[in-house]
């Protein structure tokens, strides 16, 4: 069978990376959470008090970051680097989120990471989630996906996920989050997120993690036999 590229994109907290690693691990193919990249330059930019409003800092911030990804054989989990360091939890602090819209609405931060991005699906066999992953990194991916969650849900799983790594955060607070992160995310100038004319849509809100992973697996499968 041919390999193909898979891009899911969607809104936050709808289920798309947990998904994207499952089907991945399924295929036996490469999986890349663009937002820990996003993420990853926004540690870098508070941590080294980068001025968001002045072009040149902003370059130069993005010629010194290097981002890998890693596996961690005793979680099974893919971990992220930047410049080297493990920085995993750090970049899904609720302070990160907070941050990481405004940071990847610059035109150059989105330049130099879909750059990576593109590099990183070279030879196909590879799922990758974002915003606009379909619409700009791989507007030619066999197969994309566009993934969502009601409103509620998305906040209670994301709340849940706090949770479950020792952070509690109040449910205002990561409704608050969600609510402006789409905003910014969907109304930017530079790719936006948007429904790309050619997706599926799956909606997770009623739907457990192994059915979406199922359904996908399956549309992925098909369409690797027919490239
Ligand atoms: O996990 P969650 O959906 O909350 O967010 P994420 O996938 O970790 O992405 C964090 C943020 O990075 C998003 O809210 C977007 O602002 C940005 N992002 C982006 O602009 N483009 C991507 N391909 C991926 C993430
Ligand atoms: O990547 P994105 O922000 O879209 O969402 P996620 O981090 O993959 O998913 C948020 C949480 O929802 C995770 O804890 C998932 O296990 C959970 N979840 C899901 O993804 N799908 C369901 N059908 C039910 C729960």
């Known amino acids: 069978m041919k390999k193909i590229i898979i891009a899911i994109d969607g809104y936050s907290a709808c289920g798309k990376s947990s998904t994207a690693k499952r089907v ?50 005793s979680s099974n989990q893919n971990e992220t680097f930047l410049n080297g360091l493990n920085v995993e939890k750090k970049i899904r602090k609720m302070e990160i989120s907070q941050k990481v819209s405004e940071v990847a609405a610059i035109k150059a931060v989105r330049a130099a990471m879909v750059k990576q991005q593109q590099k990183m699906g070279k030879s196909k066999g590879i799922v990758m989630d ?20 009601d409103f509620d849900v998305r906040a209670e799983r994301r709340q849940k996920e706090f949770f479950d ?10 409704k608050e989050n969600l609510r402006s992160r789409d905003k910014i995310d969907t109304t930017r100038a530079e790719s936006p997120l948007v429904r790309p004319a ?26 690797m036999m027919n490239v």
Do not use: C, W
């Open 198 to 223: 050619d997706a599926v849509d799956v909606d997770t809100t009623h739907m457990f993690l192994e059915e979406q992973v199922d359904h996908i697996v399956q549309l992925a499968t098909g369409k």
């Open 165 to 174: 790594k020792d952070q509690l955060v109040d449910l205002d607070e990561v």
């Open 24 to 73: 991945a691990a399924a295929l036996n193919y490469a999986y890349v959470d663009t937002g820990a990249m996003y993420r990853s330059v926004t540690l870098y930019f508070i941590e080294h008090y980068i001025d968001l409003t002045n072009p040149k800092s902003v370059s130069k911030a993005l010629d010194e970051i290097s981002i890998t990804f890693h596996h961690n054989k």
């Open 130 to 149: 974002g915003r606009d992953i379909g619409s700009v990194v791989f507007p030619d991916a066999e197969l994309k996906i566009f993934m969502n969650a």
